[in-house]
């Protein structure tokens, strides 16, 4: 057993320039953090208790909609219960798109029902529906290429295949289609524009996710098909013969609504060291109950510093954030950058990923951080987490701050399973698995006992 005393004084991870140079960190005892680190992996139910009273007590979490609203109560009668200081919400505005009527059926050469769910910010057939000729085209590059007369006045159908990757990679390549393709069909005068899903599953179950309309493009109908359906469309047009499909879709924006950040800190015993900053965000799309985007994400973040907190206080303040509108544009992560932009972080990490295991661990702290950076390699490295890269790292809702740049960690986790679920009716709970759930907040655990500073008021307990 391990006396839980760290060190009672540490220098600022990040320091104004000077004319001499800044005496090295002070890092927590190993054996310390290995004890923070282990406990976590066997015993941690924190994560879990988040995750399943977020998505069973609120459900979806569509951004600046009522749903998100209750699970901004929901967030700060939890986080304000676990012993959070400054629990509070930053409230921003931000325009409210909300689904409609989606159906589509193919009505020749072979007529059959298609699955398929609208873009977010898509816009709207006429409720009656639309028909039209499908054009087909196996990429976002192909579409660009093509005359504006072989679009014009015809439904875009864009075909992928994304492969399952553990590092996610696939998806920059692969969301093309939904980010930049409707701007573009609609640009070259088509009606209506279907894409694959992005997605690495075969269920009938479409992935949704927000596109916007760039460069004055007139906002066309635009939706995802599941991939089967996707396959089948393609099938269809291998035969060779024109293909007509009837697709109505009527999604609407409606006045502009309420979103925020919830905010809370466990208070460090320096106010003048820069703090950390951790969190995930809020809100989610509205087909699934948002169980591993992002509501494991948040509760990872705070579940490990719950358990800093019941260690005693930390040197650094760590304040966490569950950050609002993330999926309609990283609204609530420009609302922080404006309101926090002159902060200064020791550093920052987002967890919106899944809840899979983490498997290595990127950084970008900056120059005179290599003791720190060699310390979290160290800690982590019995839980399987690899070294990753030291001079790139980010997330969606720090990449502002980032850009600004303020140093940030990246736990990167396992994203093989990932896009069978994301942004679909089945990213639910069960997909959650509670070992690699823990393997998290354990991983994040040891990142924020490294990089606390030590605890400067240990509370008794059971590491003596």
Do not use: C
């Amino acid at each position: 057993m391990y006396k839980l005393i760290l060190a009672v004084t540490a220098l600022p991870l990040i320091m104004a320039a000077a004319p001499l140079p800044a005496p090295a960190p002070v890092i927590p005892p190993p054996a310390l953090i290995a004890a923070l680190r282990d406990d976590a992996l066997a015993n941690d139910h924190i994560a879990w208790d988040i995750t399943e009273g977020l998505t069973t007590e609120v459900g979806q979490r569509l951004a600046g909609t009522e749903a998100e609203a209750r699970a901004r109560d929901w967030a700060v009668r939890r986080l304000t219960a676990m012993g959070f200081a400054n629990v509070h919400v930053e409230p921003f505005t931000m325009p409210v798109w909300v689904r409609g009527a989606e159906t589509a059926e193919i009505v020749a050469p072979f007529p059959q029902k298609l699955v398929l769910t609208a873009l977010g910010n898509s816009g709207a057939t006429p409720a009656e529906g639309l028909t039209g000729e499908i054009v087909a085209f196996d990429s976002v590059e192909a579409l660009i290429a093509a005359p504006d007369a072989m679009v014009r006045g015809r439904i875009v159908f864009i075909d992928h295949r994304m492969m399952p990757t553990q590092d996610g990679s696939g998806y920059g390549q692969f969301g093309a289609p939904r980010r930049q393709g409707p701007t573009i069909a609609s640009k070259k005068g088509a009606i209506a524009i279907v894409v694959r899903s992005i997605g690495t599953d075969h269920h009938r179950n479409p992935h949704t996710g927000v596109q916007s309309f760039a460069d004055g493009a007139r906002p066309i109908p635009a939706a995802a098909l599941s991939v089967p359906d996707a396959e089948q469309l393609a099938r269809i047009l291998a035969r060779g013969r024109p293909v007509t499909i009837h697709l109505t879709l009527t999604p609407h924006f409606v006045a502009p609504g309420q979103s925020g950040n919830v905010v809370a800190d466990l208070v460090g015993g320096d106010p003048s060291l820069p703090m950390l900053l951790i969190g995930g965000h809020l809100d989610s799309w509205d087909l699934g109950t948002g169980a591993i985007d992002d509501a494991s994400g948040v509760a990872i973040a705070t579940a490990a510093a719950k358990r800093i907190m019941d260690a005693g206080r930390p040197l650094r303040t760590i304040r966490v954030v569950w950050f609002g509108a993330e999926e309609p544009g990283t609204f609530g992560a420009a609302a922080f950058a404006k309101a926090h932009g002159g902060d200064r972080f020791a550093a920052m990490a987002e967890s919106d990923f899944g809840a899979d295991r983490i498997w290595k661990i990127d950084t970008r702290l900056g120059e005179g951080r290599k003791a720190v950076e060699d310390a979290l390699f160290a800690a982590v490295a019995p839980l399987g987490v690899l070294k990753g890269v030291t001079n790139k790292a980010g997330g969606s809702d720090l990449d502002e701050l980032v850009e600004a740049g303020q140093p940030v960690i990246a736990l990167r986790q396992d994203g093989t399973r990932y896009f069978d679920w994301h942004h679909t009716p089945d990213d639910t709970i069960d997909k959650i698995d509670k070992g690699q759930l823990r393997q998290n907040v354990a991983t994040w655990t040891a990142m924020l006992a490294v990089l606390s500073g030590g605890i400067a008021e240990p509370k008794p307990s059971r590491w003596r």
